[in-house]
């Protein structure tokens, strides 16, 4: 991850936000390559599902919405993460990141040890438990240590398990529901009336404007519409730099279905549909799993959810959730708002309220994962024999923030750079494109491969003296080859879509 964040700063993916002033925790800035690199991404999925379906459409309904559409849908009362804070060091915790173990030492407790959830929190944990032993002095076996999340504690445990901020007992205080969705006024009133809330998802503007986008005549069950925007958490503990911040970007699309439709058939299309999609833009099977949420703890309504993980370079984690929400949304928003939230079918003559199948992903989340199995350090051996690094990051070129590269291979050479520059230009019209003379032309193909471009075009002597084709170099395999204008256009058509 270390390395990966550099490269991010140093080639102007993803920056720290308001970096000049201290930063600001939780919020990122995309630099050059990073915006292109997400807004390929967007517009792949937007393409894929929406231009090539005939069954979506799009939206994009405005971040503040009504107050009473987070009352409907639950978010006032209920989206709050369990907060800790440490009254000592003025620390806050998410208690469900936050692990403990009782130290049992034959069969009786002799004291608490606490660690902030990790890849390895058991074996932290059982580190720390025998820290504690031998500290003390304690003779006796060990039992291995069971670790609970905060949230499991007994009251009488909290008083007796060391803050991970001092590691001293005491000051932590018992878990409490923390709202994460921000505030703000509308208005020049300041008073209660004039509350509002920055969105924590896209998905309500769907729901809310469903009979709108119903009433436009466009769409018949089932159909999906599908919205790209900024969402806000005031997460406790934003961590794993892009992974969970505070100010995000979320693909949803939630996907109209008959009442007595088949919603566990359709579910498993969804999921299958968005397993395919990740393929699509380079995210390798290897790295991905699906994760079930028990029955017990789904919300009520809810019938099933299921995750499509990544294997982040810091643990397996949710990248992708698909949920099958029944109609609870709709009917909400039709109790708040007095408003019938109906689709009247012509089979049956009747009217009722469609259940729907919602898979919301994250950008942020999938940038850092084509990042992550991207990125690669490996050994290479030139020409002369000699062994050095290369970083390359292996992006599909469906995303990739620079598609082709184009060199002349001497700079001081007038026929050469009016070449190359002619090529720039031709292929700027449809490609993001990359020009670079400065340099030999091992380190300006380096350069690329650091940052993710799939192909490198040099035009040397030979194609302005004889046949006018070029070297062609592939990133992956670093093989070059010898092709005309028409064959790359045609390569650029066939892999990039
Ligand atoms: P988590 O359990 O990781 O907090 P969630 O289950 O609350 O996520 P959802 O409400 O289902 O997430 O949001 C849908 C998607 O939005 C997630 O799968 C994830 O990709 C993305 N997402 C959610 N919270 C964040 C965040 N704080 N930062 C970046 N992406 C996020």
Redesign the pocket.
């Known amino acids: 991850m270390d390395a990966l964040v550099a490269l991010c700063k140093r080639r102007g993916f993803i920056f720290p936000s308001s970096e000049i002033y201290g930063g600001i925790n939780?919020f990122f800035d995309y630099g050059p390559l990073g915006v292109e690199l997400k807004k390929n991404i967007r517009d792949c999925w937007w393409r894929d599902l929406v231009h090539r379906r005939d069954d979506i459409v799009g939206l994009e309904s405005s971040i503040i919405m009504h107050a009473n559409v987070w009352r409907a849908s639950g978010h006032v009362d209920g989206f709050t993460?369990p907060l800790v804070d440490c009254k000592v060091s003025k620390q806050r915790y998410r208690a469900d990141q936050l692990f403990f173990a009782p130290v049992v030492v034959d069969g009786a407790t002799v004291g608490y040890v606490s660690a902030l959830e990790s890849e390895d929190t058991a074996g932290v944990l059982q580190a720390a438990a025998e820290t504690l032993k031998r500290k003390r002095a304690i003779q006796g076996a060990l039992a291995p240590v069971a670790p609970r999340d905060l949230t499991e504690a007994r009251p009488e445990e909290i008083a007796l398990i060391p803050s991970p901020a001092t590691g001293e007992p005491g000051s932590l205080t018992p878990p409490r529901a923390f709202n994460m969705m921000f505030e703000t006024h509308v208005g020049a009133m300041r008073d209660d009336s004039a509350v509002a809330y920055l969105r924590?998802?896209t998905a309500q503007g769907m729901f809310v404007d469903f009979k709108a986008v119903v009433d436009t005549g466009r769409v018949k069950l089932p159909f999906g519409i599908a919205q790209i925007g900024k969402?806000f958490?005031n997460?406790i503990t934003?961590r794993n730099f892009?992974?969970?911040?505070?100010e995000?970007?979320?693909m949803?699309m939630e996907y109209f279905i008959h009442e007595d439709a088949d919603w566990a058939k359709c579910h498993r299309e969804w999921i299958d549909w968005c397993t395919g999609w990740l393929h699509s833009i380079g995210l390798p099977a290897s790295h991905l799993s699906e994760y079930n949420h028990p029955a017990a703890k789904l919300a009520f309504y809810s019938r099933g959810?299921t995750?499509i993980m990544f294997r982040y370079p810091f643990g397996v984690?949710?990248?992708?959730?698909i949920?099958a929400r029944g109609d609870y949304d709709l009917k909400q928003h039709e109790k708040h708002s007095g408003v019938p939230q109906v689709i009247f079918d012509e089979a049956s003559k009747k009217k009722f309220t469609p259940h729907v199948i919602e898979p919301?992903?994250?950008?942020?989340?999938?940038v850092l994962a084509v990042l992550c199995a991207g990125y690669a350090e490996e050994d290479v051996t030139d020409d002369k024999g000699n062994v050095e690094k290369r970083t390359v990051l292996r992006l599909s070129p469906r995303i990739a923030p620079v598609k082709v590269a184009i060199f002349p291979l001497l700079k001081n050479k007038p026929e050469l750079v009016a070449r190359a520059r002619e090529l720039y230009r031709k292929l700027q019209r449809r490609y993001a494109v990359f020009y670079d003379e400065s340099g030999a032309i091992g380190r300006r193909y380096r350069r690329q491969d650091e940052i993710g471009t799939p192909w490198c075009v040099t035009i040397d002597f030979e194609t302005v003296e004889t046949d006018g084709r070029f070297t062609l170099r592939e990133r992956d395999s670093m093989q070059q080859t010898r092709i005309d204008e028409t064959q790359l256009f045609a390569l650029l058509d066939a892999q990039i879509d």
């Not at 984690?317 to 959730?321: I, T």
């Open positions: 939780g993460d924590p998802e969402s958490r997460e934003p892009i992974f969970r911040s505070r995000f970007e979320q949803e959810t995750d984690q949710e990248l992708w959730g949920a919301a992903v994250g950008v942020d989340r999938l």
